[in-house]
DNA sequence: TGGATCTGGTGCAACGATGCACTAGACGAT
DNA sequence: ATCGTCTAGTGCATCGTTGCACCAGATCCA
């Protein structure tokens, strides 16, 4: 039967106390002859031992499980982040407990409180809510929050790190690349833009239209109802509202756009289907995230990547760290993300760089 | 600061002994006034007391958290999945601690066992092996296993618990639907077949194209190589794969084809695409499990959908399952899975059903 | 040689909840 | 009055680990 060694039967194997056990699975070698370490460690390993976790939890108030809480894992962008986490973590022996707020504040704020209350001291939270107030109280009470994919805000709790990419960048990026396909008339589609990432993008993307020379003020936006829903998976369900309203007739429809993410540009790539409309030819379209869809499409989208895998690792990391270094500041970490080109982007048709007459 | 309060506290508070307390939090109320819970209760209101999770743990040896063993939650079906579980334990007041295995044995044997010794009780393995030895100590030592996506097998262990769709009726429903349309050469594409519940897809594809009075050994059946790679995140590299190979010109090609999920379908309609072919219009394409982005592609995809959160409802109460009912035998639940006719799918060009004339 | 100092380790009381074994007091029967 | 029975509730040892406070023995210095 498993799980049924315990310290005192190491210690008496090794012919120790229990308590220099202890100390040898605590790191406090200092004071320790190299015989007695090594007599321990064959202990350990001939008995197979594994310090219990309750125990350890109940006497130490530490534990190795790191709380996730995201928007939900059934979005592919929030599975692979999660994913990542988890290998992550697997490497520090960690382990992950999973949570979907599906982005309302209230679960949010319950989860945290939750995850607290049952001894986890580190959280990764991805929400892209202005503010943290919601969760301010266990941020004081010593927390180790991590927040991915929303940059730090300036009244943010001092010790709280964000970990995103840089979507100021990244809406640059993507409006860059249409522009330089030779569109000028580019729309940005999003939902609701009370989120601070999508609000960067919006931002890069404005940027990127002026510095074309363009005006913004001129270019059709679509951000749903302000007040509407966040989800996402209605992302998608946005997007193709957003497609039937632009090419509705009602103004001059765009030849270029950029989606807030893949989910919401793969909506819109069928809002265009369903107006009769071809992807790539008829209307270039970028998305953000490349989620693993993305480069599955038909056409294959063209996107701005997340380095996932890397931003995941920091997290874990910043989320593990042991409450010795307690001085340590709060800050953000922002990382670049890269513009991936494939076929839903291509140069408007008639325009100066497409196939000479 | 949260999480101080004990069990002492409330019991002070109520005018009882601790005993009182924990009597009332584990149901033990069998003796015991009415008042006297009242008073309790009204404690535990005003104080705000919750239980220690890890004192319970540690004194007890149980715990409310579940393992969740699946694939990868980067596969926007298993991401899918995990959401509805979480959900699930959510209402049950438990939680999840999260595992991917990337389908490797090893790793699903390491998780298994982590979880065991870590004192959780019940886990949730998505797997398809078609044996379960290499957790079989840890099943035999109490552990309350539920298998998803995988059909209960004759020699597995008793106590197991299997929640799947039956995958030789959705098999079959995928393939008659492509027969009902008009197809008479319908290619079957999957990785390797030695998963429990694609060589059930199979044969229910099997048995179809016999009822239909077609001929298997005629289909072109694509299977990957037998010892190939088996993951999630491959599977639309093999559709792709399978579409060059059957579409290469060395033999006839099919004008339908049943792939053995919507990666591998999304996958094989790249690969069409590659080919210059045109889905739904010059070949079929059916996937299965009805994963988000079915419903996105474009052409929307056809395919056999699987009742998620109901399984997801199932595996965690099974899981969950107090230990009282330990007599309880191991069980095999079989749901029935859905057709979704999307475009994919469509009469075969010059067919008797399609436009006469 | 006595006392200070250092080294390598041990003793033990927690951490917070559990649940078995027990009992004080009420009540009934004889 | 004595004894049994029942009810409502309590005492206490225990789960496995931790880490502070303590200590025995060796070494050093005057």
Redesign the interface.
């Known amino acids: 039967?498993?799980?049924r060694v315990t310290i005192q039967d190491v210690a008496a194997a090794a012919g120790v106390s229990p308590s220099s056990v202890s100390n040898l699975l605590n790191n406090r070698v200092d004071k320790m002859v190299p015989a007695t370490r090594q007599r321990i460690e064959r202990a350990i390993a001939e008995l197979g031992y594994?310090p219990?976790?309750?125990?350890r939890?109940?006497r130490s108030g530490r534990?190795q499980?790191l709380g996730?809480v995201v928007p939900?894992?059934?979005?592919?962008f929030?599975?692979?982040f999660?994913?990542?986490v988890?290998?992550a973590a697997l490497k520090l022996g960690g382990?992950?407990?999973?949570?979907?707020s599906e982005r309302d504040p209230g679960r949010e704020r319950r989860y945290v409180?939750e995850l607290?209350?049952?001894?986890i001291r580190g959280i990764i939270l991805c929400t892209s809510l202005p503010s943290l107030d919601h969760v301010a109280?266990?941020i004081e009470?010593g927390l180790r929050l991590v927040t991915f994919d929303r940059p730090a805000q300036a009244n943010d709790p001092r010790s709280v790190v964000s970990i995103s990419i840089d979507n100021q960048v990244g809406g640059h990026l993507a409006t860059t690349h249409l522009i330089d396909l030779g569109h000028e008339r580019i729309a940005f589609v999003s939902g609701s833009l009370r989120s601070v990432n999508r609000s960067a993008r919006y931002r890069g993307y404005c940027d990127a239209i002026e510095a074309a020379g363009l005006s913004v003020s001129e270019m059709p936006v679509w951000t749903g109802s302000e007040t509407g829903e966040f989800g996402d998976?209605e992302a998608?369900g946005f997007g193709r509202a957003a497609a039937a309203s632009l090419f509705s007739g009602e103004q001059e429809p765009p030849t270029g756009v950029v989606a807030v993410n893949d989910?919401t540009a793969?909506?819109f790539?069928?809002g265009l289907?369903d107006a009769g409309l071809t992807?790539g030819t008829d209307v270039s379209v970028i998305g953000f995230d490349d989620i693993?869809?993305a480069d599955?499409?038909?056409p294959?989208l063209s996107t701005v990547r997340q380095p996932i895998a890397e931003m995941a690792q920091l997290a874990v990391v910043e989320a593990s760290a042991s409450p010795g270094n307690a001085a340590e500041p709060g800050r953000s970490v922002l990382l670049r993300p890269q513009l991936i080109a494939r076929r839903s982007t291509a140069a408007p048709v008639g325009a100066v760089t497409s196939s000479p007459a």
């Not at 219990?52 to 125990?55: G, H, P, Q, S, V």
């Not at 382990?95 to 979907?100: A, F, K, P, S, T």
């Not at 607290?116 to 001894?119: F, K, S």
Request: glycine share 10%.
């Open positions: 039967m498993a799980g594994r219990n976790r309750a125990a939890q109940l534990t499980t996730l939900s894992v059934g979005n592919p929030w599975g692979a999660a994913r990542e988890e290998v382990n992950v407990l999973l949570c979907n409180e607290w209350e049952d001894g109280d266990v009470d998976v998608a989910m793969l909506g790539c069928r289907r992807v693993i869809l599955l499409y038909d294959p």
